[in-house]
């Protein structure tokens, strides 16, 4: 606001300064007349140095000081500027604009009293200037004199009935201190005198809200749209208030209109991007957030809200699986070893990349990678870009197993790379993408990495997971429906270092799978069944297995899934029996493990 009537000041010190010239001098009325043009359009120094210019042939004059004083303090050269100010005031105490602005001068130095003198000098040199009387209404409010300051808003008003700044400074005053009456009636007073001013009905709709006068408010927005259909920032503040009131489908239409009106607009973005999460739109939200962050790179809530949505699109386990350094230096020292010969290498379910670029780093002549998800795949492929082996590695976004040769692969693969395990060993399809691409894809004694797996588990009693799997009374309740949100017969994730349990029987080796000699495919209606002789050690209630795996890398490398392995971020899995049996230790119990394509479960 300051800056606005400092503008207004420089004007009217134009023609201050003209009448002080002594008559008429080309010279320097040329370079008044081009600094106020370089100022008008936005060339804040080349407006300076002309005033430099011009006050170098009229070194005295109090006027030519004052105005390039002005344009230092809004080119931040606040020493200079008040040194020079004060030097005019010396030469002419009464000159307004000097005064004026060596107290805005002072005010930006903290030097409150500074300030009041010369401010209070300014407004009493010029009781008429309504500009000179409400900077001076600016410090009263500074220095927290309310009273003070709605009295000389209230003459700036007197003074120039449309200089809305005043009402709006006015109204925000009488919000303050308590007065909402007072400030409703000052904006339709500004309306009176300026009728459909934008920032006015914008400003009056807000006070209503804040008056929790919602109907009006809505009025009152409703009526901004029809008056200005064209403006973008009517439909924002429309939509904006709508989403306050918990109408997000009012309030996206309506952000939708000001986007069209001004798709570059950075809070009808942002909006758009928080309404879009809202509705679980995340590619829609994704986009928003994107342009915001086109324009203002460094927006702290598009960057968080972004980071947000890309966590929901990414599975949490990589960030870990990334921070395992065993797991990393483990798969680094088997993929050395096997890419010594210079093989081509087929890395399944890339992820992040990391696979495929040991593999290219060891010496691999070429690796192929796959990615089914769309955007880790394009994060692998900046992630390779940003490592420098884009001529060794290819990123493919899809399925292994639709791969083909003469396609994506040349010839068939050397080496084969992979970690789609889940924390019950299979879930997450290793068994079909693994006989595909060995069959498919593979030439004759492919090497694979992992080699061999072997499951590991026992019998426990766990009451805290046992009593939700399934779900039925609860604290004396029947809370069966909430069973449909469940899965059933499936394994969960969890960290049994941190659960409280009881084991009944030792760790068990419960199944091995050798990648190289896979079991036939078993479905889901046709599992193999295994039965595992367990024998109790201790007496309770079997009421789960947990179950682990160990992941041979090679002949030699071998990591762990069970507590404190170097996997021990996968977790370990807990398959909760539906029919827990009580028994005394000694006793043996026959578990049937059914192992088909993509799943371990467990019967008793």
Known sequence: MQDTYRNLRFYNAVEHNLKKMDQPKLTPEALFQQAMEAHQQGKPIVAENLMRQLLDQLPTND???????????????????????????????????????????????????????HLSQAATLAPERADVQFNYANFLLQTEQYEAAIE??????????????????LAAVYTYVGEDAKSIQTYE??????????????LLGNAWVGQQAIARAEKQYSLLVETYPEHFLSHLVLGKFYLEQNKEIEGKAALLQAYSLNPDEIETNLLLGEVSQTFKQLDDAERYYRRVLESDPQHEIATKNLRRIMTLTIPHWHFEMLADVARNDAYQKAIEKAVVSQPLV?????????????????????????????RLAATAQ???????????????????????LGEELSEKVDLIVSEILD??????????????????????????????????????EIPARSRVNPITKISGFDLSPFEKYRIPDEYIKINLKAEKYKALTPVMPLWE?????????????????????????????????????????????????RVDGALEHWGQALFCFVNPQKLEKGESLVVKMLQTENHLRFRI
């Open 63 to 117: 006027g030519i000081m004052a105005s390039l004083a002005g344009l230092l303090l809004s080119n931040g050269k606040v020493e200079e500027g008040k040194t020079l100010l004060e030097k005019a005031i010396q030469i002419n105490p009464e000159n307004v604009e000097a005064q004026l602005n060596l107290g805005i001068a002072y005010q930006s130095l903290g030097r409150t009293e500074a300030s009041f003198q």
């Open 152 to 169: 000389k808003l209230e003459q700036v008003i007197v003074l120039n009935p449309s200089l809305l700044q005043a009402y709006h400074t």
């Open 189 to 202: 007073a500004a309306l009176e005198e300026v009728p459909k001013d934008l920032n006015t009905m914008i």
């Open 346 to 374: 087929l890395d399944i379910g890339t992820g992040s990349g990391l696979l495929a670029m040991m593999a290219a780093r060891g010496g691999a002549k070429q690796v192929i990678a796959c990615e089914m998800h769309e």
């Open 382 to 404: 900046e992630i390779i870009e940003v490592n420098n082996f884009t001529e060794q590695i290819q990123i493919f976004q899809k399925d292994s197993k639709k791969l083909k």
């Open 423 to 460: 924390v019950g060993a299979i879930g997450e399809g290793v068994l079909p993408s693994i006989r595909h691409a060995v069959l498919t894809l593979a030439k004759e004694g492919v090497r694979l990495i992992p080699a061999k797996l072997k499951v590991f588990g026992q019998l426990v």
């Open 513 to 561: 799978l050798d990648f190289y000699q896979l079991p036939p495919v078993f479905s889901e209606d046709n599992p193999q069944v295994i039965d595992l002789v367990m024998p109790i050690e201790n007496t309770g209630e079997v009421q789960a297995m947990v179950f682990w795996f160990d992941l041979y890398l090679d002949e030699e490398i071998m990591v762990s899934s």
